[in-house]
């Protein structure tokens, strides 16, 4: 039963917002959505309702700000093809090749349906049935790592000694590289000198992310991992809702600025005149794009959510 269906928040009381739109929330039936009506972006609440919630609810921006935020919130209706873009490649991450090829970010964009990812880049559900039919009855590689199945804390390990180290053991090279083009080409590519800015800037960004995750979030999922193993109950005042919302903004920040670099680029396509740094350098910049989106993949569509719902599990 939809209680308001539009709820103007900036005319309740704030210690009272969050509880309303709660309540809001959990009066909806499945398929029916309400709208927040807000003066700053709600994201907080995003991740609020991620932590106490679930994955049952989509989160749809109307409209973004300065002043003015509206989100649509909804209780989906159950579907025979309710899987999130997230949730299929975590069972099969071939398929990521798939919503590559088709546009579809099954990465930072994981939490959508097929339907809506679908609707965004404008193909239907159909085609994309077709297209992952043919890509399994192509392809030569077997169904690889099932991450959805491992414990948490070694998916937190694995995500450190393969996708962490990866940036660090790539990140200088790839900073002196495109510096090096962006000096030599920049006269007659313009465009690189903004590359080079950007890519310099994400990296180090990036270098600094890991140190948050290693340091902080990370550890925190393997205690929880470990109160789990002993069957102990374990509640404290800190939520990985926090540290996950921090994490999840980041990645998005991320995806924007690789898919900057793709259109600074024109998806990376090489002028006639480039030299064999140049070539290298484009190179280099698809195989850690690749490397990134499976990385956050991992985190944003397998660990976060699982260490959300762990989280919750142990406090009851």
Sequence with gaps: MILAEILDVTKIEPRLKHPTIFQCFDALSAGETFTILNDHDPKPLYY????????TFTWNY??????RWRVALAKPAPAAKGETVGQIVA?????????????????????????????????????????????????REKAGI?????DLDFLADYI????????????????????KVANRHGDQHPELVHLSVGVQQCLADLLSHLEKEEQALFP???E?????????????????ASPVQAMETEHERTGEELHAFRELTNDYALPANACNSYAFLFSKLQEFEADLLKHIHLE???????ALGLEQELAA
Aim: glycine content about 8%.
């Design 48 to 55: 609020q309702l991620l932590g106490e919630r679930g994955n």
């Design 62 to 67: 109307l409209e973004q700000g300065p002043n």
């Design 91 to 139: 069972k099969d991450i071939r398929k990521a090749e798939v919503f590559k090829k088709l546009g579809i970010d099954f990465c930072c964009g994981g939490k959508k349906s097929v339907k809506q990812a679908c609707e965004e880049v404008g193909i239907t559900q159909e085609q994309l049935e077709v297209e992952m039919k043919n890509f399994e009855e192509n392809s």
């Design 146 to 150: 099932e991450f959805n199945t491992w």
């Design 160 to 179: 450190v000694n393969i996708h962490h180290r990866y940036v660090r053991d790539n990140a200088t090279m790839i900073k002196e590289l495109v510096v």
């Design 220 to 222: 925190y999922v393997k």
């Design 224 to 240: 929880l991992v470990a109160k789990k193993k002993q069957g102990a109950r374990f509640k404290t005042g800190f939520s990985v």
């Design 300 to 306: 944003n569509n397998i660990l976060f959510p699982k």
